[in-house]
Every structure is written in structure tokens, then in C-alpha cells.
């Protein structure tokens, strides 16, 4: 698991396969909205996904995930196609991951060698070609190393298979010990060095004067580094990949007189590895400590719904949904489910798409009014620009009651 790797379009893209379970607690919508998701994240990867496969279980089999006739199918499949990843929509345990890397590679010395992958260790392939700052770097390096170190058997199964005899006795076990130790040594320095990294930026964020702090937040690839963008008249890289944004970025922003601080968070995600909540909590602290949120949604998703529902479980994970929030609605424009006269994006059918969505049962999806709009194609961005000055001020006012020269 390095994170050096990068995912360059030259190079030759990976297949791969996708499994997931159905069982009761997640039904067949919920796993097909699953493997979707998976499939994104494994197109993120540069990878190309030829088949899925599921099956309906009381729970995910102890020892290889899927029950054996079910392996065996997805084995004879993976053989004939020449698959180079298999990956597994939910986490693996270690004794899962070793059986299934015996199955689907027999022979530890042959030339193709298939990948055992789950969603989590994906998920933290994905953070590492995109960290792009040190502290980054160091935050995804720290997640790998605490999900390598109880998996890290799988990695001298060859050993196991050796005769026994003198000299043969152990030396596994040794190189597996030795791994471990040289493993929780480098968390505990990465640990540190992330502590040292908190505290420079408590004293950044010290340091930014009186001034409001307003923080976007939302579901990955909703669209909030190009809010951001449209706001802050920045340069903030957004692509229509997942985690395209993992290093907080923080602008000042001038509406009238007011100015403000604004910061684009990395998104959240479905069964998110917990070892990368741990690593980017100074990366979510800007959520944290912000005085006021705009949760951003792609109303665009078929899934939109849940994913507000996961970000808002996750702010209240890590006391964050108690702040004001303004819930904004993106990507109006390419939503396919509203039915509406002619071309949605003609400048005379703007006005009458917002409308239609205001008088739709979107409005109700949260507590907190709902704005409408489209951060790349700028549709009804005044309206959430006056909304945002309105709630800044009010907080500014409340906040530092004698200092008036900004209104």
C-alpha cells in the first residue's frame, strides 16, 4: 500500500469484479446503490469493473465473505477473464482476506497475481494518489499503516507453506513480529508529527482575527469545491471524481463591506473507514469549529436523500450539526426526475426549474430552507449569496456586538 502510486489515464487500466451481500440488514436497493457507489470509487481508481456479483445471506460467511458455491462461480469467472482486482463492497477481516488471497491465488509464484481488495482499503487508495500536501500525505499514510497492521499475516502466507525442519521453526512468525513493531513504531511518529501539525494549525486558525468562519460541507462529488469556486472567485481543483478535494482549503471572501472566511472540507462518504475518520480529524476540525455550515447536496443523485442523511450522521459524530446550517441544492440543471416543458437549461426556463423545485417536496427534505441552484452553470447563486450575507452578519452582530464597522 504505498502511497506514492498515482493514477495516470497512460496507464493501462485494471479490471475488476465487485461483490456485495444482501442480507437483512442491507436489503437488495440498498446493496445495488452500494455497488454503484463501489463501482465510482473503483472508476476513481482507474479501474474498469466487468461484472458484479451478489448474494442473499443471513450474514457475510466468517471465513471467505460469500458462501463456497458462490466462491467458486466468482473464482471460475475471475480465471477466464484474467481479473486483476477483486473487490469486496463490505470490510474484510484478516482471516477473510487470507482465505480468499489462497483461493483466487493458488499459486503464490505465478505471474498474475489478483488483488483481494474491500471498500476501505479502496477508499484509502484513493486518498493516497490524491493527498497532495504533507500533511495529507502523512494523515493517509497513518489510516494505511492502522489498517495494514492487523491484516499484515496475509502478506507471509508463502512462509506458512514451507516444509518444516531444522531451521524452519518460527521465522514467519519472527518476520511477522518484527513487521508489526516496525509498523507501531512509524504510527507513533506519525501520530506525533500530526500533533505537531494540529497545533500549527490551532494557531493559524488563531490567527484569522475576527472574522466568521463559514465551512462547506456535503456528500463527495456534490459540487463544493466548485461553489467554492463560483464564491470565493478561487482556483480550487474540482473534478466529477470521488475525494477530489482531501486538504481543506481556506479563502476570504468580501460580500459589500463583510468579509469572511470560507473553507472547502474533504466529503463524506458511506461506511467511511474509520481510520480515516481518526487521521483527518484536523482536517474536519475546520467543520467543527466553523460558526456556520453550508451543506451542499447533488439534487441531481437518485440517492440525494441518503447522502444528506450520512452527513448529517457524521456532523453529529463529531459535534458539528449543532451550528446554523444553510442546505443548498446543487446541480439543478442536470436533475432528470423533475418533469418540466422544454430545455432546462434555456435562460427563459431558469426561473420556472427554480420554482418547480421550491413548490417540490425538496423543500421539506430539511428544517432549514432550502436554496436552489447550480455552482457551475451559476444559476440563482444571488439568492444564496444574500442568504449568506444576511446569516453572516446576524453571527458577526451577535458575536462581536461592539465592532460595527463592517455593516
Request: aromatic residues 8%.
Amino acid at each position: 500500500m504505498s502511497i506514492e502510486k498515482s493514477y495516470d489515464t497512460t496507464i493501462e487500466k485494471e479490471t475488476a469484479i465487485l461483490i456485495g451481500a444482501i442480507t437483512q440488514k442491507q436489503p437488495e436497493a440498498a446493496v445495488k446503490d452500494y455497488l454503484d457507489e463501489l463501482e465510482f470509487l473503483a472508476q476513481t481508481a482507474n479501474a474498469v469493473v466487468l461484472k458484479r456479483f451478489t448474494q442473499k445471506m443471513d450474514r457475510p460467511n466468517s471465513k471467505t465473505f460469500v458462501g463456497e458455491g458462490k466462491l467458486q462461480e466468482i473464482a471460475d469467472y475471475v480465471e477466464y477473464n484474467q481479473i486483476d482486482c477483486v473487490i469486496f463492497d463490505d470490510e474484510l477481516s484478516p482471516a477473510q482476506i487470507r482465505n480468499l488471497q489462497n483461493k483466487f491465488n493458488p499459486d503464490e509464484f505465478a505471474e498474475h497475481q489478483i488483488k483481494v481488495m474491500d471498500r476501505s482499503n479502496l477508499i484509502l487508495d484513493i486518498f493516497a494518489a490524491r493527498a497532495q500536501t504533507a500533511h495529507a500525505r502523512v494523515q493517509v499514510e497513518l489510516a494505511q499503516l492502522q489498517y495494514l497492521l492487523p491484516r499484515l499475516t496475509r502478506l507471509w502466507t508463502h512462509l506458512s507453506k514451507q516444509k518444516g525442519g531444522i531451521g524452519m521453526k518460527g521465522p514467519g512468525e519472527t518476520e511477522i513480529e518484527t513487521d508489526r513493531r516496525i509498523i507501531r513504531d512509524k504510527i507513533h511518529r506519525l501520530k506525533k508529527d500530526l500533533e505537531k501539525v494540529d497545533i500549527q494549525k490551532a494557531t493559524q486558525r488563531g490567527n484569522r482575527g475576527q472574522l466568521i468562519r463559514v465551512a462547506l460541507v456535503g456528500y463527495t462529488n456534490v459540487g463544493k469545491s466548485t461553489l467554492m469556486n463560483s464564491i470565493a472567485k478561487s482556483k480550487v481543483f474540482a473534478e466529477n471524481k470521488l475525494f477530489a478535494t482531501l486538504d481543506t482549503t481556506v479563502r476570504k471572501v468580501v460580500f459589500g463591506n463583510l468579509p469572511f472566511l470560507m473553507s472547502d472540507t474533504v466529503g463524506f462518504i458511506r461506511k467511511l473507514p474509520h481510520q480515516l475518520v481518526e487521521s483527518f480529524k484536523s482536517t474536519l476540525v475546520e467543520t467543527t469549529e466553523a460558526d456556520l455550515l453550508i451543506h451542499v447536496i447533488d439534487v441531481s443523485h437518485k440517492n440525494f436523500e441518503d447522502h444528506y442523511k450520512t452527513v448529517n450522521e457524521t456532523l453529529s459524530e463529531i459535534h458539528g450539526s449543532h451550528k446554523p446550517i444553510i442546505v443548498v441544492a446543487n446541480k439543478i440543471d442536470a436533475v432528470d426526475w423533475l418533469e418540466t416543458d422544454g430545455d432546462v437549461k434555456s435562460s427563459d426556463l431558469k426561473q420556472n426549474l427554480i420554482e418547480t423545485l421550491k413548490k417540490s417536496w425538496v423543500s421539506n427534505l430539511a428544517e432549514e430552507e432550502v436554496i436552489f441552484i447550480s455552482a457551475l452553470n451559476k444559476l440563482n447563486l444571488e439568492e444564496l449569496k444574500e442568504k449568506l450575507y444576511e446569516t453572516v452578519k446576524k453571527l458577526h452582530q451577535e458575536r462581536y456586538p461592539y465592532n460595527n464597522f463592517y455593516y
